[in-house]
């Protein structure tokens, strides 16, 4: 199944039909369908279904976004299906740090490999929730970085002054530890891949199959610090950072956090829960 949003900014539509076509050239015999979406959550929708079946693969052509609806429906099935992405959203920062080789080439191999997930649990009792992640959870900075490049024109030097912009606009956020301890950020990011928001480096350690994620914090600080953190990112990279396999934390006033692309909001005082799944997440390429 090659899931698409009709839409999408890099004609995600001409993609698939692409991709549909070499595969039909390459293995005559394998059955493909090109589902295109409808509204927001109609990929989870889909790829739930279609998990529900056995085990297909099922290929996002999207973003970081669409292919974050794609794994979270695949393990509302319980995670059977294999799930692949191919590059056709504004923001690839999964398949940039994870492709080993071409899409087309992985299919054809049957090159079944496993990466990590991360689970967020967002609050307790009946109005708890939980999504998947399959690259980043982001607080603070990130969330209000992929607001300003969406708000502004596309390119690499533009974006560059959006997110410029967004820093001087940045509000810390105040977090409870597990210990009791209170502390002030002014980004907060939870990553199981090397790269994000297109241009930056935020790591030199840990593997997407470790069973271990990155923790790459910015304690609150002034405007110019916050700016050099990203420079820094977007050039040299921000260097070995820690790795953890779980982090907890309480939120002491509402929150933004990005997932995957997604901007999601967390109300005050909610608990927040982010643990690796180790290699839940069969996938190719």
């Known amino acids: 199944m090659l899931i698409f949003n009709p839409k999408g900014r890099s ?7 692409q991709l549909s076509q070499d595969l039909r050239a390459r293995l005559p015999a394998i059955p493909v369908s090109l589902e295109p979406t409808g509204f927001a959550g109609h990929a989870r929708a889909l790829a739930r279904e279609m998990a529900s079946t056995g085990r297909p693969l099922i290929v996002s052509i999207s973003g970081d976004g669409g292919y974050n609806e794609v794994i979270n429906g695949v393990m509302d099935a319980g995670g059977n299906a294999v799930c692949a992405v191919m590059a056709g959203g504004n923001a690839n920062d999964h398949r940039r740090s994870t492709s080993t080789m071409t899409l087309i080439e992985a299919i054809i191999g049957a090159e079944v490999r496993r990466l990590d997930l991360l689970e967020l649990q967002i609050g307790e009792g009946p109005g708890a929730w939980s999504r998947y992640a ?3 959870i982001g607080f603070g900075l990130t969330p209000a970085m992929a607001t300003g490049i969406e708000e502004g024109t596309k390119g690499r030097l533009s974006e560059l002054i959006s997110v410029t912009r967004t820093v001087s606009r ?10 009791g301890a209170r502390a002030t950020f002014d980004s907060l990011v939870l990553a199981n891949i090397a790269h994000m928001a297109k241009y930056g480096r935020i790591s030199e350690a840990g593997e997407p199959n470790d069973g271990m994620f990155e923790v790459i914090m910015l304690p609150h600080a002034s405007k110019w610090r916050i700016a050099l953190m990203t420079l820094r990112a977007v050039t040299i990279g921000l260097g070995p950072q820690q790795s953890v396999s779980r982090y907890e934390f309480l939120t002491l006033d509402p929150i933004p956090l990005q997932i995957d692309g997604e901007i999601m909001q967390i109300n005050a005082h ?6 690796a799944r180790q290699q839940a997440l069969a996938t190719l390429g």
């Open 134 to 136: 399959h690259s980043y």
């Open 270 to 275: 909610t608990s927040v829960l982010v643990e």
């Open 170 to 179: 940045l509000r810390p956020i105040e977090i409870a530890r597990t210990d």
């Open 11 to 17: 004609d995600p539509g001409r993609l698939a039909r």
